[in-house]
Nanobody, 117 residues
Framework: QVQLVESGGGLVQTGGSLRLSCAAS????????MDWFRQAPGKEREFVAR????????TYADSLKGRFTISKDNTKNTLYLEMSSLEPEDTAVYYC??????????WGQGTQVIVSS
């Protein structure tokens, strides 16, 4: 089992920045990738960014490139999402997800981000 706990969400003005964290614990030895997703009110959950845990390679949703940065701290088993130039359209619940060899995946409970205009 894997436990993921997101934090760092909150209320920010348009143009502001936030850093989200996702602390992981439990079965981590076979972790392959970790992702950030988000879900805005009334919309489907959408992919934000991915990092391959072993190599640090990253990929992003095309619409978010340049404003969001995914990173990790191996020593803390923590995933981060740096968000800048935030817009009201970025308002959503942000979730982290881990994917493991063999197909196991785990989700966090989410952290709310609200961007005011």
């Amino acid at each position: 089992q894997v436990q993921l706990v997101e934090s760092g969400g909150g209320l920010v003005q348009t143009g502001g920045s936030l850093r989200l964290s996702c602390a992981a614990s439990g079965r981590l030895f076979d972790r392959y990738t970790m992702d950030w997703f988000r879900q805005a009110p009334g919309k489907e959950r959408e992919f934000v960014a991915r990092i391959w845990w072993a190599t640090g390679a990253t990929t992003y949703a095309d619409s978010l490139k340049g404003r969001f940065t995914i990173s990790k701290d191996n020593t803390k088993n923590t995933l981060y999402l740096e968000m800048s130039s935030l817009e009201p359209e970025d308002t959503a619940v942000y979730y982290c997800k881990s994917f493991h060899y063999g197909g196991y995946e785990a989700w966090g409970q989410g952290t709310q981000v609200i961007v005011s205009s």
